[in-house]
């Protein structure tokens, strides 16, 4: 999965075929400057995610129709109770049409000569090996039709026909051949794909004209079911590729707020049925559910007053934010807990659904329709999809930003801390800088250059001298913090955008280096130090006389902090006791 799918892609979805068929979906892992630091794969449910959204669509007013996913290498995906029908479609031209990028009904025959009859719509899943097909066995429909004209009706129409050619061949001839003919080519036009064969006998009114008139009432009924089979599918692939879309989206950003004001936009444009979209978020003390992101200028509106509902409250937002459960208002003309919004007056429905992550509320995705019961179950089933999936982008797009102000703050810490080191270093030293030169001197003032250089902890070019030399100013920095300056005078032959690259590299080597040494110098006198500490320690320890223990501590810290004059007062509470001493 990860060298095959993620190369070039954030994420991937992959059928694997290990005993049961099972779909991987995998995502990349970047760490805050964008580099991968590794990959989160998962295992659907088939049976929660895929075969029960077919069911779903298999329990429909459609006789005999049912859908069934399948990839190119004929691992299939259907439920138990039309995964035999769907195993002889497998190889169909339906499926061969869809992984080839096409989508569109075809008419075809399965299971050779004797086989059955089917009508079906696929359509490729866009970044994805699968592809959807939904069938509807055409054979018993048309074999009705078909019979009706084989069976004991023609026989009578023959016989009949027969009779009368006898008496009347000439003049009934074309009253009952021609009209046959033409309805029985638009039987087999219709089980070919064509619904728009011209039957001109419909304007009959005798039983010919009949029969015409039950051909195309029955004809029409079939094109509305393939309609509305292939509507159920376009509609549901657009929902998919929407989801997709916006959860593909939702994975890629950082930024909190650009996030979830993306996702809003997004919703509104890939949902036709949606006319306004927003998220809530909960605030620290988990009371209040704030807006935080919401569609056009009515959203600006809200925003701008700070608008919010309680957790709790007679609202749809207070409800899904306490019960973390989606809440739905059907029509908001008879809901009880539907709030109304002075700033949307048009909304007939209205949809909440949890932004959760595990057992944690973040906060609500709402949206909003103009048309009352429009929020179908599939339809909700499909946003509740989508926004845990926006639920998880925000987790981690707010874990990445907290992420980033704490390595803000630590690096913030460390400069502090490297500052203040440098800064006893330089009292130890008794001196305000220290310098060093080599090379022949030239007496150039440099001075302006160097706190330019300070100033703006840059690369500073001064003026082409007398001697045609370039001076430079490089400063010395250390995680950000200039410590000082080296300055260079370059010949104009030697002076080009390289050179300056590689006085920088040396700055900054120079800076490690120097820190490393007054590090290095720092640990000698923790030790020297410690070491003196123990030493003294180890003498008074072997002392049992008080004063004993007095002069020889006196004289040792004399000796240590090179003073002629060392003084050390014992002074109870009832008494004093002094004893002096020299170092």
């Known amino acids: 999965i990860i060298n095959a799918q993620i190369q070039g892609k954030t994420e991937s979805l992959t059928v694997v075929e290990l005993g049961v068929p099972a779909i991987e979906a995998a995502h990349v892992l970047y760490w805050y400057d964008g580099t991968v630091i590794g990959y989160l794969i998962g295992t659907l449910n088939v049976s929660n995610v895929i075969y029960s959204r077919l069911a779903e669509s298999t329990q429909s007013d459609v006789a005999s129709a049912y859908t069934f996913l399948v990839t190119a290498h004929g691992t299939l995906f259907s439920p138990a109770q039309t995964r035999t029908l769907a195993q002889q479609s497998v190889n169909s031209p339906a499926v061969q049409q869809a992984l080839q990028g096409d989508s569109g009904v075809l008419t075809y025959q399965i299971g050779g000569e004797d086989g059955r009859q089917a009508v079906g719509y696929s359509a490729p899943i866009p970044d994805t090996p699968l592809v959807m097909v939904t069938e509807v066995r055409s054979t018993s429909l048309i074999n009705r039709v078909l ?14 026909s027969t009779l009368l050619v006898i008496v009347l061949v000439v003049l009934f001839n074309q009253l009952l051949s021609l009209p046959l003919t033409r309805l029985r080519q638009a039987v087999q036009a219709m089980k070919g794909g064509n619904y728009d064969e011209p039957v001109s006998a419909v304007e009959r009114g005798d039983e010919i004209g009949a029969l015409a008139t ?12 393939i309609s509305e089979l292939e509507g159920r599918v376009a509609a549901r692939t657009r929902d998919m590729n929407a989801t997709q879309e916006i959860s593909r989206f939702a994975a890629t950003q950082r930024d909190l707020q650009s996030l979830m004001d993306e996702v809003v936009n997004l919703i509104v444009d890939r949902f036709p049925a949606i006319y306004h979209a927003q998220i809530f978020l909960l ?42 459960q989606v809440v739905v208002a059907r029509d908001t003309a008879t809901s009880r807990i539907h709030r109304r919004n002075e700033f949307l007056p048009d909304t007939r429905a209205e949809l909440a659904i949890p932004l959760r992550v595990g057992e944690t509320i973040l906060g609500a995705m709402d949206v909003q329709s103009q048309e009352s019961n429009v929020f179908s179950d599939d ?23 907290e992420s980033v102000r704490r390595l803000a703050e630590i690096e913030q810490t460390n400069r502090l801390g490297t500052a203040l080191a440098w800064d006893r270093y330089m009292r130890g030293q008794r001196a305000r800088a220290l310098s060093s030169a080599a090379g022949t001197p030239t007496n150039t003032d440099l001075s302006d250059l160097r706190r330019r250089a300070l100033a703006h902890n840059q690369i500073v070019v001064g003026e082409l001298t007398e001697r045609q030399t370039v001076p430079i100013a490089v400063p010395i920095q250390l995680r950000g913090l200039p410590l000082g300056v080296v300055e260079w005078e370059l010949t104009t032959q030697d002076f080009d955008e ?32 410690e070491r003196l500490v123990s030493s003294i320690a180890a003498k008074l320890t072997a002392q049992t006389d ?3 223990i007095l002069q020889t501590a006196v004289r040792e810290v004399g000796l240590a902090l090179r003073s002629p004059q060392v003084r050390i007062r014992l002074q109870p509470a009832n008494g004093n006791h002094e004893h002096n001493g020299q170092g």
Request: aromatic share 6%; net charge negative.
């Open 283 to 324: 605030d620290e003390n988990r009371r209040w559910a704030v807006l935080r992101a919401s569609t056009g200028e009515v959203g600006k509106q809200l925003l701008g007053r700070g608008h919010r509902l309680a957790v709790g409250s007679v609202s749809v937002i207070g409800q899904v934010t306490e019960q973390g």
């Open 214 to 225: 039950a051909f195309v009432d029955m004809r029409e009924q079939v094109r509305d079911l």
């Open 147 to 160: 019979d009706y004209f084989g069976g004991a009706r023609a026989f009578t129409l023959i016989t009949g």
């Open 546 to 548: 008080i004063d004993e």
């Open 379 to 401: 339809e909700i089933s499909v946003l509740q999809t989508m926004a845990d999936q926006i639920a998880v982008a925000i987790e981690n797009a707010r874990l990445y930003q």
């Open 498 to 529: 390289n050179k300056l690259q590689l006085a920088q590299e040396l700055a900054n080597r120079l800076a490690i280096s120097l820190d490393n040494a007054r590090l290095f110098e720092e640990s000698q006198r923790t030790t020297e130090r």
